[in-house]
């Protein structure tokens, strides 16, 4: 079922057994004022949750997934640049943003495969390319692997393909597996969040710059217990091992886009994909962090339009115009 984005998201303890309390997420009603785009923005009800979904543009489907944390709003200045050649569909991943929470063990990489899996179905698109952001990387390869969709081609923004090292594998990691268990953390981040500074230095930590705007959004975000919570969830149900070794049977062709200075996810480890994964094509983007795609969009935007055209999703004659 669709239901128009002027209708608030309610979230009912009838509904689904992960629904906390203490844990509220974003209010459609009073968080979504000025949030990108709202005007494509819709809700869908499918597998058992209702969706915020954001669908623009025409053309051969485009799925846009985000990374842990985010929501739409990470493909504010990106979408409506592959709105001019696709139809665009992103969505809030699963207790993200304005999508409502499934019981925890939803939120395995496996489970919020075969969600966004049965979403497509209700919206009724195959999408003919794929591109997501950091772990929205890891669950486009996963539906992949399981036959859930076959695109031409998969799209990596500084993906979360290998198991997390370097710093956030030695604590990130572990402390999100300790903290997802608590029920007053998330109520903690989101009070700290209204200060000036954290959500600031969040982004820093990224390697990223992002403009005002940009950091507001987040910042709306992190103020949202609920939404934490999710982000907790899903980093601790995760584990990426798995996913690494059947890599060599990925079978859409892929790009690896990275930042050089990601303080998240090594750019090493686009070479490292690419050296596992047959006709994988790694281009790292020289000083930008691993929010790349919202530094440099039209960067990012022509990457895609001509990565798209060298496999057939887009006339090839479209990459000499761009």
């Not at 842990?68 to 990106?78: F, V």
């Not at 956030?168 to 903690?188: D, F, H, Q």
């Not at 959500?199 to 990224?206: G, K, L, N, P, Y």
Request: proline fraction near 7%; hydrophobic fraction near 45%.
């Amino acid at each position: 079922m669709v239901h128009p984005a002027r209708d608030p998201l309610h979230t009912s303890s009838s509904r689904t057994a992960a629904t906390r309390p203490h844990c509220p997420k974003p209010d459609w009603e009073r968080d979504s004022h000025d949030w990108p785009h709202r005007d494509t923005s819709r809700f869908v009800e499918a597998g058992g949750l209702r969706w915020h979904v954001q669908l623009m543009g025409r053309g051969p489907a485009l799925l846009l997934l985000h990374g842990t944390g985010a929501a739409t709003h990470s493909w504010r200045q990106l979408a409506p640049l592959l709105a001019e050649h696709f139809t665009v569909i992103a969505l809030d991943l699963p207790g993200h943003g304005f999508t409502e929470t499934p019981a925890r063990k939803r939120m395995s990489l496996e489970g919020m495969a075969a969600d966004i899996a049965a979403l497509l179905r209700t919206l009724g698109h195959r999408p003919m390319l794929v591109a997501g952001h950091s772990a929205g990387v890891a669950v486009l390869a996963r539906m992949c692997l399981d036959g859930a969709i076959a695109p031409t081609g998969l799209v990596s923004l500084n993906g979360a393909l290998l198991p997390i090292g370097g710093r956030a594998g030695r604590w990130m990691l572990p402390l999100a597996r300790l903290l997802a268990v608590s029920t007053m953390v998330p109520r903690l981040v989101a009070r700290f969040a209204h200060r000036q500074g954290l959500v600031e230095r969040m982004i820093a930590d990224t390697g990223s710059s992002l403009d005002p705007h940009g950091i507001e959004l987040y910042r709306r975000l992190v103020c949202s217990p609920g939404h934490v919570a999710a982000a907790l969830t899903m980093m601790a149900s995760w584990r990426l091992e798995q996913l690494a070794a059947e890599l060599p049977h990925l079978a859409p062709h892929l790009l690896l886009i990275a930042g050089s200075n990601d303080k998240t996810i090594a750019s090493a480890d686009a070479g490292r994909v690419q050296a596992i994964v047959p006709g994988a094509r790694a281009i790292v983007m020289p000083g930008l962090g691993h929010l790349a795609h919202e530094e440099r969009p039209q960067d990012v935007a022509g990457l895609i339009v001509e990565f798209a055209c060298e496999h057939g999703a887009l006339p090839p004659a479209l990459a000499a115009a761009e």
